[in-house]
């Protein structure tokens, strides 16, 4: 893979040579950012991410924007080193706007980005950063490395065929005749997607090909991927062959220090029923991914007081700065200084009461909102359904001869369906108990919409426990699924629908989804699914539609705990 190490500092080259003397605080920031590199390349990270920020910092301060991007992406490196992911895709992010046209930062960038987004599973968005790359680099070897990039996340997509399509016209040119070593790795992931695209014998025969090559090279590092792809094939054929080849991953990985490796070949070993049914491995697992856990979320908090304690830094000098000509300025002017304070202490307070009765307002329009198209929905359904069915069972009982035992009869079924609709109506717009039976009532109201042609099917993942959800949220989420459930019996045509409950540390999750016919934005607003997401907002929450027309409706619901 392309890495930090791979992209050259270019900005040398735009340095104007003709300039007798670097400005002191330029010479600074090089010097810092050459002392990151440095340690970098000592695998001190700390010291390296601190070096590379305090840089940064100082070319900012110069304009440099060359200089501005090699650090961020050195600082973004650094962070996925340590399985941070999701703060290099920030680091990297903040380095977009400093790189303008240099295709080395660029190169660099997308392919940590696609690194980023396939350790986090999301899959599509590496491809398009691999494919982004493929657009700009014409060095045949480095392109055969994106190719394989694309290929890897096309296996863990388990859209092996793709995979195999990438990677096979490669085995049939001699770029890699004399790069061996990268030749087994292309020959040992085809034959891990042919195997998993259940070509058995090929896939095997190709896994073995590639093992022999990094065997007779001494390429021990890549072996690992080899024992864990072998592993992977004898799991469920031959007990002893999958044993042995996850030994021997575990085994290399222990030796090159590679955490991940280690993991994986752990959990193959984890599988296995050792002696008097005791599993030392499970043990070892779990001590080991204790410590890396540990040692990354600590690595994540120093970067994090890295940045904030320069920042804090940066914010004490301004403000050392400025109480030095504050003092001057009292000696001068002092009254004027006292009454520019007593202005701004007004205006502060005028600001802040100005803010306080903006979103004071500001919910409460949204709540206003909330119950008008709730008011008007129930009116609505007053006059299209109620009132018509009762004018209908007025003038039957006032035309017809009611002494006539099947007129009769017909009066009364009608009234029975006037009162069934009447109590349906009624539960449908009840007070929400939120108590202990929420989850249960929630869930009954949502399986009352099944019938001969719409199949209603609830999912539960992650346990949620309603009891620590307020009340508020609680009473949002029912009226929303409500809403929902309306929607799809009156105008989607759905025959199937899906709800899903999840939670994760920070948020309940719906999802909802049917195979009707989709959405209009038009037809979204009309049928009351804008009010949907205004009680969602109402409560912090969030409510996201993904509808085609004649490709079904589906919908998810963030609530945070």
């Known amino acids: 893979m392309l890495s930090i190490v791979s992209c050259q500092k270019s900005v040398n080259t735009v340095i104007d040579t003709s300039k007798k003397q670097e400005s002191l605080k330029y010479t600074q920031a090089k010097r810092l950012s050459e002392l990151g590199d440095s340690y970098n390349r000592d695998s001190k990270l700390d010291s390296a991410f601190y070096y590379y920020n305090k840089s940064k910092e100082l070319f900012e301060a110069e304009g440099n924007s060359s200089y501005i991007a090699y650090n961020l992406i050195g600082m973004a490196h650094i962070q996925q080193t340590y399985g941070d992911y999701y703060s290099s895709e920030e680091t990297l992010t903040e380095a977009l706007p400093y790189i303008n046209n240099d295709l080395q930062y660029q190169v660099a960038a997308n392919n940590l980005f696609g690194i ?19 657009k700009t680099v014409n060095d045949s070897v480095a392109r055969v490395a994106l190719f394989n990039n694309i290929a890897t996340v096309y296996t863990e997509q388990k859209k092996y065929r793709k995979a195999i399509a990438l990677l096979e016209p490669i085995l049939k040119t001699d770029i890699l005749d004399t790069l061996q070593h990268k030749k087994a790795r292309i020959i040992d992931n085809l034959g891990f997607a042919y195997y998993k695209d259940n070509h058995i014998q090929k896939g095997l025969a190709l896994m073995n090909q590639a093992l022999v090559i990094r065997t007779s090279i001494n390429d021990s590092y890549g072996s690992i991927e ?13 007990y002893q062959k999958s044993k042995e080849n996850a030994l021997q991953a575990y085994k290399v990985a222990t030796k090159y220090q590679s955490i991940d490796e280690r993991l994986e070949a752990l959990e193959f070993l984890m599988s296995y029923n050792l002696e008097k049914g005791v599993n030392s491995y ?18 994540k908090n120093q970067f994090a007081k890295i940045k904030y304690d ?8 301004i403000k050392y700065k400025g109480q030095r000509a504050e003092t001057l300025l009292q000696l001068e002017t002092q ?13 502060l307070l005028g600001g802040i009461g100005f803010l306080i009765h903006y979103f004071r307002n500001k919910s409460k329009r949204e709540l206003l909102v909330a119950r008008y198209n709730t008011e008007t929905r129930i009116s609505k359904k007053l006059h299209d359904e109620l009132a018509n069915d009762v ?11 009611l002494q006539n035992p099947i007129k009769k009869e017909t009066l009364v079924d009608n009234l029975d369906k006037i009162y069934v609709r009447t109590r349906d109506f009624s539960k449908e717009n009840s007070t ?3 108590g202990e039976s929420f989850e249960h009532n929630l869930k009954q109201m949502l399986s009352n919409y099944k019938s001969d042609s719409v ?13 620590k959800i307020e009340n508020e949220k609680k009473i949002a989420l029912q009226r929303v699924l409500q809403e929902l459930m309306v929607n799809m019996k009156k105008y989607s045509q759905a025959n199937f629908v899906i709800i899903g409950f999840d939670s994760d540390q920070n948020n309940v999750i719906i999802d909802y989804s049917d195979n009707g016919v989709g959405f209009t934005e038009k037809l979204i607003l009309k049928n009351g699914l804008q009010n949907a997401e205004n009680r969602i907002q109402a409560v912090k929450g969030t409510l996201m539609f993904d509808s085609q027309i004649n490709k079904g409706f589906k919908a998810k619901i963030l609530l945070p705990k």
């Open 116 to 134: 980023a987004a396939k350790e986090v599973k999301n899959y599509d968005d590496a491809v398009r950063y691999y494919a982004t790359i493929l």
């Open 226 to 238: 080899s024992y864990l792809h072998l592993a992977d094939f004898y799991q469920n054929r031959d």
């Open 282 to 299: 499970a043990a070892l697992f779990v001590n080991l991914n204790d410590s890396i856990k540990t040692v990354r979320n600590n690595a």
């Open 335 to 347: 009254k004027n200084e006292k009454y520019l304070l007593s202005f701004g202490f007004v205006v």
């Open 455 to 467: 199949e209603v099917i609830i999912k539960n993942g992650n346990i949620i426990d309603w009891s």
């Open 432 to 434: 929400i108990e939120t």
């Open 310 to 317: 320069s920042r804090e830094a940066t914010l004490e000098n």
């Open 391 to 401: 004018f209908y069972a007025m003038t039957f009982a006032e035309t017809q001869d």
